[in-house]
């Protein structure tokens, strides 16, 4: 299967996923789900504040005849909703053996039909003395309406993350596809990018409320919260140790083991009681703020460094002059080849980092003046352009090793090839063999000399376009007849020799040339024909490849002669 159809069946699964959400978003929200914003109405209630627990009181109106559904959300609090003093609603009220808070979530609770003229009661219970729980808006409406509201505020935050999550997984794609299969569990840069980015958005999804939906347990998604945040600085400085100089991959490898090590203490820490991983995250800001510092640090270091020269432009300007085999071989060499892993640099990757680092500062910074209770989008909007930008650098550097390869294989073929003809030249012929005898197989080869006849009074009677006719028309006839049993090279001005190996089919090949040669020569209006010699290699005759090349050209020469005579003894 092609690389663009394993693109597009990765396009079509995510679409089939958002499907699949769009699907149980439309089962659960029921028939109202209509797209208005304004379903759900404000129930205005004032809350009362004593200690760590805050408590809304209201006599519910007439609407609640029917029956409707409450929609609001808690941070860092257990919660419990009570109808004439009956608890008909708790959440994270049971006993937890993992630690104080049950996280942030957001609730829809149905009361009961009937209800119009009793009293409601919204305890939020708060986990920490440190915050104090946001004073949220409490809406009521249908079950469907209440969750319908929730949907419209997060959509921005989806979409956004729907994007992040696709260029994720376009790296993850272009990791496996440009990454031969022995080292495709190996780190590497396309891998981490497109791990980081799916993390991230994992993160995102969750502060909005979406993941809520898919996995409704706040005890998970509590962890799943502050995990994600240790992790994909992680990736970024593996991402980072990817690109960077040697001298600088330790610092970042050992970044990224300081957040794997922080993860794995403070999960320990958490569910032994000891302290929870929401009361550690001043550490974690610490730990990404000296990271931070470190990586601008590098970016300066390795941006004093002397950038490296054009190679390009330095081969466009040796391909005016100089050995074409040189050329290709020095081209080759400072390229390294066909090599199909970018390599970038970290100063390359300033702008996007800066971005990157910006954001996540930003988030911080907005998550500290709400009181350690609200994120922004500052975060998933960052890392998108993010991703974006480097994309859309990797796009630019695979298309500039495509072209590196365009020029190799140019310069290659070049050195190795004879232009006129389209044949393989001298070149190609002495690295044959020399090959051939440096791996001693030489028993079971055969070899042909071909040689136009008459070659200069072509040239001098009838001019040399006529020449060149000659020999693009003698290495046709040799290519078709021959092809398929070894090479031929063009080792002189009207010398060829043909390499393969012994075949029954050659001596029936043989005569196919003569064939065609003769068809030919009677389309032209000069004379045309071509002697040739054939040689089996002999190891009692021949000491080496070349023996055999000069008993076929003693035996090109006799048929060379043999048709001289024979044109010289027919009738004019």
Known sequence: MSAGKRLMLCFYAVLLFLAVILGRLFYTTGKDFDGDAEATTLLDIEPVQEGNVLTWTETLPDAFEEGLSLLFESSQSDVEVLLDGKRIYTYGMEERSWGKSPGSYWHVVDIPERSAGKTLTIRHLIAYDSIRDDIPTIRYGSHGECVETKILDMLPVLVLNCIIIFCGMICIFLHIERTPKRKRAELGSLLCLGLFAILVAVWSLRQCGFLQLLIPNGGVLYFIDLQMLLLFPALIDLFIYTICEKRHKTGFAAFAGAYLLCVTVETVLQLLGVADMFELLFLTHGLILVNVLYLF?????????????????????????????????????????KQREVKGH?????????????SGIMEMISYYISLLKEVSVFMALGTMIFIVMLMWQRVHEYYDIELEEEKLAYFKKLARTDMLTGALNRNAYEEELKTLAKSGDMNGRCAIVFDLNNMKGINDNY??????????????????????????????????????????????????????????????????????????????????????????????YQDKRTKKAAMLAAPV
């Open 297 to 337: 640090w590098t970016i300066w270091q390795e941006g004093r460094d002397v950038s490296k020269p054009d190679i390009r432009s330095e081969s466009v300007e040796e391909s005016e002059s100089g050995n074409d085999l040189d050329l290709a071989r020095r081209f080759e060499r400072e390229t390294g080849g």
């Open 463 to 556: 001019g040399h376009e006529k020449g060149d006719q000659a020999l693009k028309t003698c290495y046709q006839c040799i290519s078709k007849a021959f092809g398929e049993f070894g090479r031929c090279y063009r080792i002189g001005g009207d010398e060829f020799v043909f390499l393969g190996k012994k075949n029954e089919g050659i001596r029936k090949a043989a005569e196919q040339f003569g064939e065609a040669i003769k068809r030919e020569a009677a389309q032209f209006d000069f004379p045309f024909s071509v002697a040739f010699g054939y040689a089996d290699f002999d190891p009692k005759k021949d000491a080496d490849l070349n023996a055999m090349i000069r008993r076929c050209d003693v035996l090109m």
């Open 346 to 358: 970290l100063p390359q990757m300033k702008l996007p980092l800066c971005i990157l680092v910006a």
